[in-house]
């Protein structure tokens, strides 16, 4: 990658995975620090970014704010100033690609539904987890348990960063053809783009099918705990992604926000990563700037 380029990872942390859940917080992970915006609905937040801060090595700012809508407008309020620059490259763990993926959609689904503008104008995007799973080997011993169970699974707790049941490490490795297999498929991914849903769920169904024959990690936390060292899985407070969903409805605003801080930070120092190790090509770049602007 250019090293023009400032890496931006971003995660979203929800109140589950269906059309009627919302959205409770949104981090950035900058070159120099974190940025949370983190929805309490209008409850008690007392120094929150000082209580995060403490907690958290890197510089943290936290903003509160009122409602989903408010958290939303704030963030494209943020996006227009720091992010809609070329120098700029915005990236995310299964931001779009694992069974559709989970933050953008999320995203876009509830921008529309507040009526709120799309944030990221001109801004270039990168999903990771195709670079990290078809550039690195992230195969272990199938009877291997994650650290953090189910934590990146969203679909029950708000969190979705490409995990399965428990973190995608399903079955032994039984033999080379599986491996070939899936190798071909994550090939045929990194090489071009999904052009439809209808290829969105075949080719999940396949990986999800290799996958279980061989102990391959694809979520967030599993790669990270392969490829990392170990530092922001000892930072996250949660266990299970379930504890997102629960943080939020007992206001339990710190450690939610540490979480999201967590997972932005285990994004970027696979970003980074990818950045050593990986060809240009191999982040098939894309624009998020919709055919439509707003005022438009």
Same mark, same amino acid.
């Given at each position: 990658?250019?090293?023009?380029?400032?890496?931006?990872?971003?995660?979203?942390?929800?109140?589950?995975?269906?059309?009627?859940?919302?959205?409770?917080?949104?981090?950035?992970?900058?070159?120099?620090?974190?940025?949370?915006?983190?929805?309490?609905?209008?409850?008690?937040?007392?120094?929150?970014?000082?209580?995060?801060?403490?907690?958290?090595?890197?510089?943290?700012?936290?903003?509160?704010?009122?409602? *989903?809508?408010?958290?939303? /407008? =704030?963030?494209?309020?943020? $996006?227009?100033? %720091?992010?809609?620059?070329?120098?700029? #490259?915005?990236?995310?763990?299964?931001?779009?690609?694992?069974?559709?993926?989970?933050?953008?959609?999320?995203?876009?689904?509830?921008?529309?539904?507040?009526?709120?503008?799309?944030?990221?104008?001109?801004?270039?995007?990168?999903?990771?987890?195709?670079?990290?799973?078809?550039?690195?080997?992230?195969?272990?011993?199938?009877?291997?348990?994650?650290?953090?169970?189910?934590?990146?699974?969203?679909?029950?707790?708000?969190?979705?960063?490409?995990?399965?049941?428990?973190?995608?490490?399903?079955?032994?490795?039984?033999?080379?053809?599986?491996?070939?297999?899936?190798?071909?498929?994550?090939?045929?991914?990194?090489?071009?783009?999904?052009?439809?849903?209808? *290829?969105?769920?075949?080719? /999940? =169904?396949?990986?999800?099918? $290799?996958?279980? %024959?061989?102990?391959?990690?694809?979520? #967030?936390?599993?790669?990270?705990?392969?490829?990392?060292?170990?530092?922001?899985?000892?930072?996250?407070?949660?266990?299970?992604?379930?504890?997102?969903?629960?943080?939020?409805?007992?206001?339990?605003?710190?450690?939610?926000?540490?979480?999201?801080?967590?997972?932005?930070?285990?994004?970027?120092?696979?970003?980074?990563?990818?950045?050593?190790?990986?060809?240009?090509?191999?982040?098939?770049?894309?624009?998020?700037?919709?055919?439509?602007?707003?005022?438009?």
């Amino acid at each position: 990658m250019s090293d023009r380029l400032d890496l931006v990872a971003f995660d979203i942390e929800t109140t589950g995975f269906t059309v009627d859940d919302e959205v409770t917080v949104i981090g950035f992970a900058l070159p120099m620090g974190v940025r949370v915006f983190c929805r309490t609905d209008r409850r008690p937040a007392p120094e929150l970014e000082q209580t995060v801060q403490q907690r958290v090595p890197d510089t943290v700012r936290v903003s509160t704010h009122p409602s *989903e809508r408010a958290l939303l /407008a =704030a963030v494209g309020e943020f $996006a227009a100033a %720091r992010l809609a620059d070329d120098d700029v #490259l915005l990236v995310a763990y299964n931001g779009e690609r694992w069974r559709a993926g989970f933050d953008l959609p999320f995203l876009r689904t509830r921008l529309a539904t507040t009526d709120v503008a799309w944030p990221f104008q001109n801004s270039p995007y990168a999903d990771l987890m195709p670079i990290i799973t078809n550039r690195f080997n992230t195969t272990v011993d199938g009877s291997a348990s994650s650290d953090d169970g189910a934590a990146s699974d969203r679909a029950a707790g708000g969190d979705c960063d490409g995990g399965g049941d428990g973190g995608d490490r399903v079955g032994d490795i039984e033999n080379n053809d599986a491996d070939i297999k899936i190798n071909e498929i994550d090939n045929e991914i990194g090489e071009k783009d999904i052009e439809n849903d209808e *290829e969105d769920i075949k080719t /999940a =169904a396949a990986e999800s099918d $290799a996958d279980e %024959r061989v102990g391959t990690r694809r979520d #967030l936390a599993g790669v990270y705990a392969t490829l990392g060292d170990g530092t922001y899985d000892e930072l996250d407070p949660f266990t299970d992604s379930s504890e997102a969903v629960t943080a939020f409805e007992a206001g339990r605003f710190a450690d939610l926000v540490v979480h999201n801080v967590a997972d932005v930070l285990r994004t970027r120092h696979l970003g980074r990563l990818a950045e050593r190790y990986c060809s240009k090509s191999d982040f098939s770049l894309k624009s998020l700037t919709p055919t439509i602007h707003a005022g438009d």
